[in-house]
């Protein structure tokens, strides 16, 4: 399971306030909630954002829930979603945060096909060879 991160968070209660109308009260009640589910997510957990090494400075997650694509000879072998990371200096990406086992794997037919292509249409794929 991937650690989720205080930006996720951030992400999420945007949404909500998205959806919501300026309801102020309502929207510092699930911050709240939010933090508390935050925490108790992340418990024992140890966990440090990915430093880009030639700029030595922390990344920041440029994009939350992308699809990570195992290539085997025979094609597409597993997904698994992971978080894209970025150098905000020299604008460097790599792929962090992947969950503990793929999200779907090649033998599963349709249902592999359709998770792929809900990546494709809404977020983004990497493949990995
Ligand atoms: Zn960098």
């Not at 919501?20 to 966990?47: I, Q, T």
């Not at 440090?48 to 030639?54: K, N």
């Not at 359709?114 to 249409?121: A, E, L, P």
């Amino acid at each position: 399971m991937a650690t989720v991160s205080k930006s996720l968070a951030r992400k999420a209660l945007k949404t909500f306030l998205r959806e919501k109308s300026n309801d102020g009260e309502e929207a510092s009640c699930m911050r709240v909630a939010l933090e508390e589910f935050l925490e108790e997510v992340n418990k024992g957990r140890s966990y440090h954002r990915p430093v880009c090494t030639a700029c030595q400075v922390e990344m920041y997650p440029e994009k939350n829930g992308v699809g990570v694509l195992d290539m085997a000879d025979f094609g597409p072998a597993s997904l698994w979603d992971a978080d894209l990371w970025q150098c905000s200096k020299c604008g460097l990406q790599i792929v962090s945060g992947f969950g503990n086992n793929p999200i779907s794997r090649h033998h599963e037919g349709e249902r592999f096909e359709k998770f792929i292509k809900n990546y494709r249409d809404y977020s983004l794929i990497i493949e990995s060879r």
